[in-house]
């Protein structure tokens, strides 16, 4: 289970990553956010990240609650985005994932509690700089 980081009169909200479920209770201490990848599922998914930023990426810049990447506008590029929001809202179901069009670029907000913070800045980050 992971703390949202959120709480609601007294009552903190928590996410089972096991059942994909939320729930809220009080007095709940914090747990830590975390990915449910394995190992050889996280390499994997570093490859298909680092993959579609090679092919698409146009710009990622920090909000005030994530990351918001600009890609191209392509079929394939959007097809592969939308694979990728199906895995990770499976294994980080604590991020919340939204792909628009914004001035003919798709937009990827990926957005999360402040704990979350450092998960959501991995993405894409290697093709960033």
């Known amino acids: ?9 007294g009552m903190e909200s928590v996410l089972d990553l096991k059942s994909c479920s939320r729930f809220h209770g009080r007095g ?20 298909l990240i680092d993959g579609l930023a090679a092919d698409g990426l146009l710009d990622r810049t920090a ?11 392509r079929p394939d590029i959007e097809q592969r985005t939308r694979e990728l929001i199906t895995a990770e809202s499976q294994c980080c179901a604590f991020l919340d994932f939204e792909l628009t069009r914004e001035a003919g670029d798709l937009v990827l907000d990926i ?19």
């Open 63 to 73: 909000t005030d609650r994530g990351l918001r990447v600009r890609m191209l506008d």
């Open 111 to 129: 957005a999360g509690p402040e704990d979350a913070r450092p998960v959501a800045e991995v993405f894409f980050a290697r093709d960033a700089t």
């Open 1 to 9: 289970m992971v703390s949202s980081g959120s709480s609601v009169a």
């Open 28 to 47: 709940m201490t914090e747990i830590p956010i975390a990915c449910a990848l394995t190992p050889d599922g996280m390499t994997a998914r570093v490859a």
